[in-house]
């Protein structure tokens, strides 16, 4: 994982990312002190922590012009001035930590890393095409077809060569459960879990077996309470 701090004082770059490698080992940092050393990295980072008021262009700016060149990237902002908050979210912040309570930075990047988890890209062979990448968040379900798999993203249907067990074995950890032995379903899309099927966030009613009913009532409400503030 690839972390950005852009702060320009030394104080608050020393305690952001002691804070960040207290909570993750196995991480690459790179701190900058004013948006313009950021933007002329162009790199690619997965969360990125950033303060408002910096020399030259500020953080609105600065993160708005990134974006357009990079994407499924979490920012959060980190400032004292607590007036700025409703501001960021114009640009799609996904916390804002006062500097009076830099305790809640590890806090903001648990909930940041299952955010990520919802954009986790994924490379499908879809029949008749070439090889595709696909965000998590986009499929609704997988569905076991002879000897391949129907796909559901948003309102289309492909079909893929792919084997639903690997698929439910490889995206467990990304919100997918195998409601049935022909269903692997994503968690963020299920409205509501009953014993004789589930309805999804667009209206669609997949079947659960009776075997596999308890354990995922269990697993969409635990996935539901963790991602609440993701």
């Not at 909930?111 to 890209?121: M, N």
């Not at 490379?123 to 070439?130: A, D, E, R």
């Not at 269990?218 to 503030?229: L, V």
Request: aromatic share 10%; charged share 30%; hydrophobic share 35%.
């Amino acid at each position: 994982m690839r972390i950005a701090i852009i702060e320009d004082e030394k104080k608050w770059q020393h305690i952001v990312k002691r804070e960040v490698e207290s909570y993750k080992t196995n991480i690459k940092i790179d701190i900058f002190s004013t948006g313009e050393e950021f933007l002329e990295e162009k790199g690619s980072y997965q969360i990125v922590f950033m303060d408002i008021e910096l020399p030259g262009k500020d953080g609105f700016a600065v993160y708005k012009e990134y974006t357009e060149q990079v994407s499924e990237t979490v920012l959060i902002i980190i400032s004292t001035h607590t007036e700025l908050c409703r501001l960021g979210y114009r640009i799609n912040a996904f916390r804002y930590i006062d500097k009076m309570y830099p305790e809640e930075i590890r806090e903001a990047l648990v909930s940041a890393e299952q955010a990520l988890r919802r954009y986790k890209r994924i490379t499908l062979k879809f029949s008749g095409m070439m090889e595709q990448e696909v965000c998590c968040k986009d499929i609704l379900y997988f569905e076991a077809a002879n000897h391949n798999v129907m796909v559901k993203i948003g309102q289309d249907i492909f079909e893929c060569r792919e084997n639903i067990g690997k698929l439910g074995r490889s995206l467990e950890e990304f919100g997918f459960c195998l409601v049935h032995r022909g269903y692997l379903v994503n968690l963020d899309h299920i409205k509501v879990v009953g014993s004789k099927g589930i309805i999804l966030d667009n209206g669609d009613k997949l079947p659960v077996s009776r075997r596999k009913y308890s354990d995922l009532k269990i697993r969409h409400i635990q996935w539901r309470f963790e991602n609440a503030n993701a």
